[in-house]
């Protein structure tokens, strides 16, 4: 299956960090992916752990950059937030909420396992209308640029591989244990149904 034949959704938390950038490396591959997020709405790092940014999927990026550089420019740079909004809003226009989406996907790819879970448990809640099989693999990515960054290319590099898989279905499994093994990194996997 070439890259541009596999339809791939990207899914975290708030669809701003460990999604994004995922997005973009994958966009830059040649993938035709889109990214998501789970959370009832958008959350970003405030002026402290118990006072976030709170957003709806409506807001877009450009809208949530301008209203971080009027509260505290000089906080959201040095958190490297405005540098991340800057990339997102040069992908698409805003963040997007998973459950609202019924686009079909060949891989689903998460990044943390309650991220996980809620998808798996989007997918099984719908009706089963095509019966077409959807993989949903999850691998724990820490929520900072770093991690987001690393976590990205290890998911880039898993796309390349299934992209070159003569049988997806079958040989997924068998693909993730590699990956468990070259990375260090527990894969879960699970196959759902549109």
Known sequence: MASAQLRVAVVCSSNQNRSMEAHYLLSQKGFAVRSFGTGSCVRLPGPAPDKPNLYDYSTTYDAIYQDLLRKDPELYARNRV?????????????????????????????????????????????????????????VDIQDNYREARLGAVLLCELCQCVSLLDDMDSDLAELLLEFEEHSGQPFLHTACFY
């Open 82 to 138: 405005l540098r991340m909004l800057r990339r997102n809003r040069a992908i698409k226009l805003r963040p997007e909420q998973f459950a609202s989406c019924r686009e079909p996907f060949d891989l689903i790819l998460t990044c943390e396992e309650r991220v996980y879970d809620q998808v798996v448990r989007e997918l099984t809640a719908r009706e089963q209308e095509t019966l077409q099989l959807v993989h949903v693999v999850n």
